[in-house]
């Protein structure tokens, strides 16, 4: 009697230490009741399962690609590093590089799962503005690393006048916000890059119903949005491109396709600091993309800071109607691996996507 009553305490034990519901803000602990490491990530979901890919986050650098997967949303276990930085000088992955933002998604076709990542050289901060891919055989890694690139090297945006089509290579970098604005909506970073890539930094995927695959990143310094067309197997761009948005300053872009429309949930570029969201919709994938303002419902801080977070992903909850979860990130950039995970409802009211404050809540 005394060995049944301790294995249906160790029983009750072992179920409280699971979760039933999230709580934005706090620790959030896989099965084994460590922190989960997966920062600036985003969520494939395959087969029944949802993975969660994020940055793997020491103090300050990236260790690599995490993965986590769970069946309700609430539970992760711990799938480990699925794509690794190497200690090896000849590779653009060597370890003390930066990988940010990691997406996953699936192509049928090849039956790949193929991942691309904001990347950034070994002690050279920020300057590279690459996006890397990577190619696994399964959700679970290991992930295969392809290359790093600047997108769309000699080829103009789609979008972008046939007058304005002319090699500049004046540098335009380190000028006051409001001539640098000024600067890339007259298009001068796309004629500055032209030979060299595109920069490519905060990134994101989106898949349409009709499986075409594209890459959304902030480009021309952070001030325009480029989405690109993908090729067929994922693994590298189409040569179709368009600038969405130039000079407004938007990156962390979200994007979610609801009713036929797609909208777009992005952030202003203030580092770690966190700053309003801004929300767009728009009829076509490319554009042209209106403003909705702010998605935020709360007090003035509240909208202020976006919750003290940072966009990442929008997840569409499968086989829930109209169900999106709001992915964001409260950076903590003196220790970034305890960076918080900010999940929030996100619903529709009057056609414009809003988020409220939960300090707990379920799908329910």
Known sequence: MKKYLISILLILSYAKSFSQSFKPGEV?????????????????????????YGENRGE?????????????LYNWNNEGIVLKTVADSTSLLQTGC???RPKVIYNLKTDKYVMWFHHELKNQGYKAALTGVAVADSPQGPFTYLKSLRPHKGIWPANFPEDKRKIDTTS????????????????????????????????????????????????EENQTLHISKLTDDYLDFDKEYHRVLPGLANEAPAIIKHQNKYYLIASGTTGWKPNPARSYVSDTIFGKWVSLGNPVRGSEEEKATTFKSQSTYILAVRGMKNKFIYMGDRWNPDDLKDSRYIWLPLTFENGKPTIHWKSSWRLE
């Open 28 to 52: 959030w602990k896989d099965t084994d009741g460590k922190a989960i490491n997966a920062h600036g990530g985003g969520i494939l979901y395959h087969q029944g399962t949802y993975y969660w």
């Open 60 to 72: 300050k650098r990236t260790v690599g690609v995490s993965c986590y997967s769970s069946k309700d």
């Open 172 to 219: 335009v970098t380190n000028k006051p916000p409001t001539e640098l604005k000024e600067r890339v909506i007259a298009g001068e970073i796309v004629q500055r890059d032209f030979n060299t890539g595109q920069m490519s930094r905060d990134m994101t995927l989106f898949v349409d119903d009709d499986h075409v695959a594209y890459h959304i990143a902030s480009s």
């Open 98 to 100: 930066l990988i940010e």
